[in-house]
Nanobody, 119 residues
């Protein structure tokens, strides 16, 4: 089973940028599609981005398309989420996930990292 540890969250002003990292353990990382989700207080967890095993295919919802970029480094067993032009409504706990049913069916979750965007 893959274990996931997120990092890189924090407090940023609106319009700023953050890069989240997700370090994965396990030899199967390079064969897994990976994704990012987020959950704001009082809201359901929502899909943010997904990347397939090769890195050649990515998916985003309209809410983050053009602002967020997911990438992966299989040599480092790490997946990233570059977040630009951040808005207060991006404030949430961000979770890394193993995608087993493309693009948003999840089999494993990380513990989450808090992102807070101030206005």
């Amino acid at each position: 089973q893959v274990q996931l540890v997120e990092s890189g969250g924090g407090l940023v002003q609106a319009g700023g940028s953050l890069r989240l990292s997700c370090a994965a353990s396990g030899r199967t990382f390079s064969r897994n599609s990976m994704g990012w989700f987020r959950q704001a207080p009082g809201k359901e967890r929502e899909f943010v981005a997904a990347i397939n095993w090769s890195g050649g295919n990515t998916v985003y919802p309209d809410s983050v398309k053009g602002r967020f970029t997911i990438s992966r480094d299989s040599a480092k067993n790490t997946v990233y989420l570059q977040m630009n032009s951040l808005k207060p409504e991006d404030t949430a706990v961000y979770y890394c996930a193993v995608i087993t049913n493309w693009p948003d069916g999840v089999s494993s979750w990380g513990q989450g990292t808090q992102v807070t965007v101030s206005s």
